[in-house]
């Protein structure tokens, strides 16, 4: 390919993107600044909540060298890619699209920044999503290339960033936030994770990781505070098994904390609506 056509090329599938973007009303990345958090079980959840409140809505796992959100909704299929279109996954009612359909089981991928960035703008520019109220992006830990990519091409309207209440996860949120906000995304919530821990045996209530770590940094930096999600065994099996707690378990504190985190950031867009863009 010379000069000429590799910017022809580049022309196009900007234009492609651009395309898909002006379709998608509600533009959300999640990510957190450390790993391990629960930023791919809020991405799911969340997107659960969403299309049961009547939402036409999609997951983009941008987590390309570990990609998890096929494992968590239980899908095991390969994407269908058609001559120039790549068809989402559909699970739950939720369309989602993933590296992990894309690669073989177990195959570890090693790739530098910018291939992780092709493969980004690739699920905008060829992903066959259609019209969606909401796209939820789910980012790997840290602050690289991968968030860079995403808040250019998909232009996030807000971004949701996951801690857990210790100390160490509070300071890497802190530094999220602050790239948020030199990204510029118009709204930033903080959702605290693993937030206290239902004893399944007494039902008293432990603070495992400590709590009120992500309700202070919301203050701190101006940002809203989302809600708080207590650690739930339930959780974890259910997610291990491909079945998002909401779904599952309809009416426990788990899900009630997502319906309400939902509900904030509905309420945002239903009074932002002519606002953002
Ligand atoms: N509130 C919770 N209660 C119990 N288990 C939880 C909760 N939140 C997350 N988990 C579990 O913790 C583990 C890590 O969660 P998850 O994969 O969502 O984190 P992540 O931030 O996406 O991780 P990574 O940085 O690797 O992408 C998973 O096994 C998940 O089921
Ligand atoms: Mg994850």
Request: charged share 25%; net charge neutral.
């Given at each position: 390919?010379?000069?000429?056509?590799?910017?022809?090329?580049?022309?196009?599938?900007?234009?492609?993107?651009?395309?898909?973007?002006?379709?998608?009303?509600?533009?959300?990345?999640?990510?957190?600044?450390?790993?391990?958090?629960?930023?791919?079980?809020?991405?799911?959840?969340?997107?659960?909540?969403?299309?049961?409140?009547?939402?036409?809505?999609?997951?983009l796992?941008a987590?390309?060298?570990?990609?998890?959100?096929?494992?968590?909704?239980?899908?095991?299929?390969?994407?269908?890619?058609?001559?120039?279109?790549?068809?989402?996954?559909?699970?739950?009612?939720?369309?989602?699209?993933?590296?992990?359909?894309?690669?073989?089981?177990?195959?570890?991928?090693?790739?530098?920044?910018?291939?992780?960035?092709?493969?980004i703008?690739?699920?905008?520019?060829?992903?066959?999503?259609?019209?969606?109220?909401?796209?939820?992006a789910?980012l790997?830990?840290?602050?690289?290339?991968e968030?860079?990519?995403i808040?250019?091409?998909?232009?996030?309207?807000?971004?949701?960033?996951?801690?857990?209440?210790?100390?160490?996860?509070?300071?890497?949120?802190?530094?999220?936030?602050?790239?948020?906000?030199?990204?510029?995304?118009?709204?930033?919530?903080?959702?605290?994770?693993?937030?206290?821990?239902?004893?399944?045996?007494?039902?008293?209530?432990?603070?495992?990781?400590?709590?009120?770590?992500?309700?202070?940094?919301?203050?701190?930096?101006?940002?809203?505070?989302?809600?708080?999600?207590?650690?739930?065994?339930?959780?974890?099996?259910?997610?291990?098994?491909?079945?998002?707690?909401?779904?599952?378990?309809?009416?426990?504190?788990?899900?009630?904390?997502?319906?309400?985190?939902?509900?904030?950031?509905?309420?945002?867009?239903?009074?932002?609506?002519?606002?953002?863009?």
């Amino acid at each position: 390919m010379d000069q000429l056509d590799k910017q022809k090329a580049f022309e196009e599938e900007t234009k492609r993107i651009s395309d898909t973007v002006s379709k998608i009303k509600h533009r959300i990345i999640i990510f957190s600044g450390k790993g391990g958090v629960g930023k791919t079980t809020v991405s799911i959840n969340l997107a659960c909540i969403f299309h049961m409140k009547g939402f036409s809505t999609g997951i983009l796992d941008a987590d390309i060298t570990g990609p998890n959100v096929p494992k968590m909704l239980g899908v095991d299929d390969r994407p269908i890619v058609l001559s120039d279109k790549i068809l989402p996954f559909e699970k739950f009612g939720v369309k989602m699209i993933s590296m992990a359909g894309l690669l073989n089981k177990g195959q570890p991928l090693i790739w530098r920044g910018p291939l992780r960035s092709k493969v980004i703008n690739q699920f905008l520019a060829d992903v066959e999503w259609g019209e969606l109220d909401y796209l939820i992006a789910d980012l790997p830990p840290g602050t690289g290339d991968e968030i860079l990519s995403i808040a250019q091409q998909m232009k996030p309207n807000y971004a949701v960033i996951v801690t857990t209440p210790q100390e160490v996860s509070v300071i890497d949120a802190e530094r999220a936030v602050a790239m948020a906000k030199e990204l510029q995304i118009p709204s930033i919530g903080i959702v605290e994770n693993m937030s206290g821990l239902i004893c399944p045996h007494c039902g008293k209530e432990i603070d495992l990781f400590g709590k009120g770590g992500g309700k202070k940094l919301a203050r701190e930096s101006s940002t809203i505070f989302l809600g708080s999600i207590p650690i739930d065994i339930d959780a974890r099996i259910l997610s291990d098994k491909g079945k998002p707690i909401v779904l599952e378990k309809p009416d426990c504190e788990v899900t009630n904390a997502f319906k309400s985190i939902a509900g904030l950031i509905d309420a945002y867009y239903q009074e932002n609506t002519i606002k953002i863009k």
